[in-house]
């Protein structure tokens, strides 16, 4: 079963995945990404769990470490 939680993007939300993934992963070049961060960071949003890894809810190609969120209770 796949759980779902509120959560808060952080404001800098390519700078922390830059930073977690060391720069190596492309995400600067990267339109989709580009296009997910312009329209998450910074906001309240649902992630859904699969598998342990969360991932925002209307997009399913980007794990997002927790790093990037805080839980909202």
């Not at 961060?37 to 997002?64: M, P, T």
Request: charge should be negative; proline fraction near 1%.
């Amino acid at each position: 079963m796949k759980k779902t939680k509120k959560v808060k993007i952080v404001d800098n939300l390519m700078e922390t995945i830059d930073d977690f993934f060391n720069g190596t992963e492309n995400h600067r070049t990267d339109e989709e990404f580009i296009k997910l961060c312009s329209r998450i960071q910074g906001k309240e949003v649902e992630v859904i769990y699969v598998s342990g890894d969360a991932f925002e809810v209307h997009d399913n190609n980007y794990w997002l470490p927790n790093c990037c969120f805080t839980e909202i209770n």
